[in-house]
């Protein structure tokens, strides 16, 4: 897989970052997973879950809109997905969200296989 090494470890940060900030209680936990995908267009995942707070389904319809922030603590710029999600895009792949109430999220990002010429 060739991609730009610079945009995927912003993504992850920023992932990475929010499954940080939503762990909420003392058995929290944040996960990484990357495993291979099937196809030319899910040639790699990249999954990045937590069992922190969650969010209802009206939340995940406007998370990667900008300005758009959960946090109250700290203020969060609400930028964070809203780049990851252009990001993820100008690479060429997707990123999908499944989340509940006091259950958690999982954010997978597929990356496409980029076939060159040697």
């Not at 809203?82 to 990002?109: A, D, H, M, W, Y």
């Amino acid at each position: 897989i060739f991609i730009d090494p610079a945009a995927i470890e912003q993504i992850l940060v920023n992932l990475l970052i929010n499954a940080a900030h939503a762990v909420d209680r003392e058995d929290s936990r944040v996960m990484i997973n990357i495993e291979q995908g099937n196809t030319r267009q899910d040639c790699l995942i990249i999954e990045v879950s937590d069992n922190g707070c969650g969010m209802d389904e009206k939340t995940k319809e406007m998370i990667f809109e900008p300005f758009i922030t959960t946090r109250v603590r700290d203020n969060g710029s609400g930028l964070g997905l809203f780049v990851c999600q252009n990001l993820i895009k100008k690479i060429g792949g997707r990123i999908e969200v499944e989340s509940s109430p006091g259950v958690g999220s999982t954010f997978r990002v597929f990356l496409q296989c980029e076939l060159r010429e040697t």
